[in-house]
């Protein structure tokens, strides 16, 4: 009896743009993005950093390298144990413990503040964590559909980051198979705000093109056409930071 074996080839786009607030007050863009490939592990994570946060472009950056370093090296273990407690709470005391011995001792903590998305995949599995606003799209076959969507506080424009007194518990961990086609879309809230109708819940036509340029063209080529399009469009439909991360993953047998 003959065993299909799957194979997966991957392509990613990336793009950070700085809001049109950030450009009058001579602030640097708070979102920060970031991707790391090792032995058929991809790893794609996005952080957004808090507004009212004075540090918090430089927590974003730590943020995302430090979870994509600990999922590089605990991948397995995060998915066998994903359900159990010790899972987020490694996570985020991680990020913290970062941010800790960086920063200057008159600093607090809450001063690095952002939130966290991300995606890893490795063969057949993957897993994902939201914590805070902006969102996670999945596309497979011809729609796409919000597999995560932004969780607010009080107010629509508060939210929650790993600095948050209930981080641990906000954090949402899901795993799964990829046994078909996928792309996974992250998006800092700015984005989210230009590329979903909430009234009609769907993703726009923006997204749709996106993904399908990512799928033909050449991955730097269509990270710089995107990012064209953020720019030329979406800056008159936000005055907030601007990032968005596609991984794109082919299954052939």
């Avoid at 065993?3 to 708070?30: D, F, W």
């Avoid at 994509?68 to 144990?81: L, P, Q, T």
Wanted: proline share 1%.
């Amino acid at each position: 009896m003959e065993i299909a074996i799957n194979k997966y080839s991957y392509k990613r786009t990336y793009s950070e743009v700085r809001g049109y607030l950030h450009i009058r007050n001579n602030l640097p863009c708070q979102d920060k993005t970031y991707y790391l490939k090792n032995n058929g592990l991809h790893i794609m994570v996005l952080a957004d950093g808090a507004g009212s946060a004075k540090h918090s472009d430089v927590g974003a950056k730590e943020a995302v390298k430090c979870v994509a370093n600990h999922i590089n090296d605990s991948f397995d273990n995060i998915f066998k144990n994903l359900n159990k407690k010790f899972i987020k709470d490694r996570m985020i005391q991680l990020i913290v413990k970062r941010i800790e011995k960086i920063k200057p001792k008159r600093n607090s903590v809450k001063d690095y503040a952002s939130t966290l998305l991300f995606i890893a995949t490795h063969k057949d599995k993957y897993i994902l964590g939201h914590l805070g606003d902006g969102a996670i799209g999945l596309k497979r076959g011809k729609k796409i559909r919000l597999l995560s969507a932004p969780e607010n506080g009080e107010t629509e424009n508060s939210t929650f980051f790993y600095t948050s007194d209930s981080a641990v518990n906000r954090l949402r961990l899901k795993k799964g198979v990829l046994n078909q086609d996928s792309t996974f879309v992250l998006m800092s809230d700015g984005s989210f705000e230009c590329i979903y109708d909430k009234q009609s819940q769907k993703f726009t036509n923006a997204l749709y093109s996106f993904i399908d340029w990512t799928k033909k063209e050449d991955e730097k080529k269509v990270s710089a056409a995107i990012l064209k399009n953020i720019k030329n469009h979406f800056t008159e439909k936000t005055t907030d930071d601007i990032s968005l991360s596609i991984l794109d993953i082919n299954v052939s047998k």
